[in-house]
């Protein structure tokens, strides 16, 4: 945060990566895990406009015209929706990547909404947060899919239960003993080609599969049973087609549940793949193991070890107070 | 049951009915309510061999063969697994109808255990009862599917998490306000039937959907949050199929949600119907409406209001004392 933090006023959030799917909820469970996470800065200014003046961490990829940047879309949104008539200049430091499958679009948008909510005398809630995010996120992709921002904004477990006629989702209690390793490998998918991979009809047998492992999932979480939610963590609809995209996968799963891993499945729409533990050491192991897999194919990761985020995101710095 | 205590020893066990599939987890969730069910008594006999010699309440659809009746095969083989030299006869009294959903074969099957393994001196606890209940199922129909036998033995909600390689399974807190009202219209289904009207595979879109709906399910009985639950009541597998099969199902359903009904589900393969309600007035209620509407087609039909059974088959008279 240095970059940002040195002499300012202004409020920094931090929004975390998210994991969707969770390999058995596929469009429906998503998970805030408590690092990497995207930091925004909101300062007032003086005209009435919304400005993103630096993105730092994206190597340029990422606009900084504020109708065709999540972070800027909610800010904007929120300006109007509160009727407040100083703008705010946005700084926005990325260390999420992108087209990662870790929600950094979903990331970017609610920091800034909590920062900008903030700043604008913390007007809302999160859960009234909850439309600027998914309303963002709908611009920028096309589609709205809250298993990344819903879990971004509240932290923890989240399984949307319904789309339509309105998005509803439920808080899963995060089960205590997991460790979450999330790997991500330097290569990008886009979200639009990995969702033309799934197939439109799916085999009964395979439902009747995937509604057995996203309900023992769901009772694990609730009753802290590990077993259970290692038996739910399967994934019949999106990995059968989307781990051809990543090199090794079959074998990269085949290693890492023989050390201990619950499973490896892919976060959100990937290339990042993540794996539950129950314990520190073993869910270190476990993203070296995956590290191996990736650099033999000569593409370098990033790793990362967390427990699940229970709180998603929040307000880090307030006028150059830290508030973490 | 004044036919078969009058003047006995022996043992007499009761087994609930059951509700399978729950609409929203077809082959995969299972419930029992407190009425009606079977009684089986059982008698050690001074020969070696096990003996059906009584039916009451079947109008003599069901056999008397012992290899052939679910009661008599569960008897038979715990009688081979234990090693006991005497025979026991047994007496059925059957108070669930026959290819009616309510999983009557299960029913038998699990009281003729819990009497027999009774009167053998009590040797094995009910989780050890669950693979002589279940292969006398498959025995019967060809094939295994816990969802009536397990709830019926064990009470409660059952969710079973795989079938293969083994057969897992996880009780799932049943929700302290629910009233169930379970119908049972004069005709029969057969399940080898209703099995043959399962389409082999399904849309993505009512996949994603029935996911949402068996874990929104399983979150609301673990949180008791009746919202949820209702919400959760939805079948996009079988009822669009089988509900063709039980005339005015869609008024039905309509007329039963508009007063107050979670849903209108088909009980197992049917053609009994049940609804889930917070409240005991409500319930009758619904029951009446269904019967209106069996009565409009000339069908008729008894109406069962019942909390969810949360202990499951139990003696309820050994050697002429009521252990109710």
Known sequence: MDKISVGDTGVTAFAPATIGNISCGFDLLGMAVNEPGDYVKVNLNYDRKINI????????????????????????????????????????????????GMGSSAA?????????????????????????ALQ???????????????????????????????????????????WVTLVHPDFEISTAMAR?????????????????????FVAGCYSNNLELIKDGLKDYIAEPKRSKLIKSFPQMKMAVEKIGGFNL?????????????ADKNVATKV??????????????????????????????????????
Request: hydrophobic share 40%; proline share 5%.
């Open 53 to 100: 003046i630096r993105i730092d961490g994206d190597n340029g990829k990422l606009p900084l015209d504020v109708d065709k940047n999540t972070a800027g879309i909610v800010v904007k949104s929120l300006k109007k929706h509160l009727q407040k008539g100083r703008g705010l200049d946005i700084i926005l430091k990325k260390d999420l990547p992108i087209c990662s």
């Open 108 to 132: 970017s948008a609610v920091a800034a909404l909590v920062a900008a909510n903030q700043i604008y005398g913390n007007k809302l809630t999160k859960e009234e947060l909850i439309p600027f």
């Open 136 to 178: 963002a996120e709908a611009k920028v992709s096309g589609s709205v899919h809250g298993d990344n921002a819903l879990p971004c904004l509240l932290g923890g477990i989240i399984l949307i239960t319904n789309y339509k006629p309105k998005l509803t989702y439920v808080s899963i209690p995060a089960p205590k003993k997991v």
């Open 196 to 216: 033309g991979l799934i197939p439109e009809t799916l085999e009964m047998k395979k439902v009747i599969r995937q509604n057995a492992c996203i309900a023992g």
């Open 265 to 277: 499945g892919i976060s959100g729409s990937g290339p990042s793949v993540f794996s539950f533990t």
């Open 287 to 324: 993203g070296r193991t995956i590290q191996k897999f990736f650099y033999q194919n000569k593409i370098s990761c990033q790793i990362y070890i967390s427990r699940i985020n229970k709180e998603g995101a929040k307000v880090v710095k307030a006028d150059g107070v830290n508030v973490m």
